[in-house]
């Protein structure tokens, strides 16, 4: 089974809305990354958390993670039509190495 | 600077047919990866390496074999592909803090 669990599994809200995507997993981590994908195209590095960190911001991104709950969140604000993608958080496993580990995403559509 | 590159991008193979793919990335990077991405199952991890020589399973191995003789290439095998193994395949390459660059992806069809 996978490591990480998104929910939703598919989210459709207006431009300027703001989009909130959780992020479940199961066994201890190094950090937490969260990636996009366009349609037909590679995936894409957004942030990434380390397990000692509990909120962290780039530009309209936010990411929680509460390693207590083994959860995480990515909040887009004030989204626009561009940021139609899917959204997959990975887990990077305290195993040494970096073992990567995908959910099976958020698919996010930000109408016009 | 081209990043992770794939070849080939589209590959129809028949059932017992075998073929390679090939993940070169020109970043410099210790690790690479291997993934799988089937339609509501996200990415699957199949092979990963954590330098050059070593090659590691992942989630889904069973049916792939990798090497890694050079630290910018990391090829993928199937030895006797299956209808099972139609799927689209990314490489991937990470820094030290374990950011990942991904290739384009090659989309492979087994009859």
């Known amino acids: 089974s996978q490591q990480g669990e998104e929910d939703p599994q598919a989210l459709s809200i207006q431009e300027g809305e703001n989009a909130t995507m959780n992020c479940s997993y199961k066994t201890s981590i190094n950090n937490l990354q969260w990636y996009r994908q366009n349609s037909g195209r590679g995936l894409v590095h957004l942030i990434l958390?380390?397990?000692?960190?509990r909120e962290k911001h780039s530009g309209r991104l936010r990411v929680t993670l509460d390693t207590s709950k083994k959860s995480s969140s990515l909040l887009i604000t004030a989204s626009r039509a561009a940021d139609t993608a899917s959204y997959f958080c990975a887990t990077v496993l305290n195993t040494g190495g970096f073992k990567t580990i995908f959910g099976a995403g958020t698919r996010l559509f930000v109408k016009a | 600077n081209a990043g992770v590159t794939q070849t080939p991008k589209f590959r129809v193979l028949k059932t017992g047919q075998s073929m390679t793919l090939l993940c070169a990335q020109d970043?410099?990077?210790?690790?690479m990866y291997w993934y799988r991405q089937d339609p509501g199952m996200g990415l699957r991890l199949i092979h990963y390496s954590v330098g050059e020589g070593t090659t590691a399973k992942g989630e889904v191995p069973d049916g792939y074999n990798v090497s890694r003789l050079k630290k910018q290439n990391f090829l993928l095998g199937l030895e006797s592909a299956a209808p099972s193994q139609t799927s689209v395949y990314f490489c991937?390459?990470?820094?030290?803090?374990?950011?990942?660059?991904f290739g384009e992806g090659s989309r492979l069809t087994v009859l």
């Open positions: 958390i380390r397990s000692n960190e």
């Open positions: 970043m410099n990077h210790e690790y």
């Open positions: 991937a390459s990470s820094t030290t803090t374990g950011e990942l660059f």
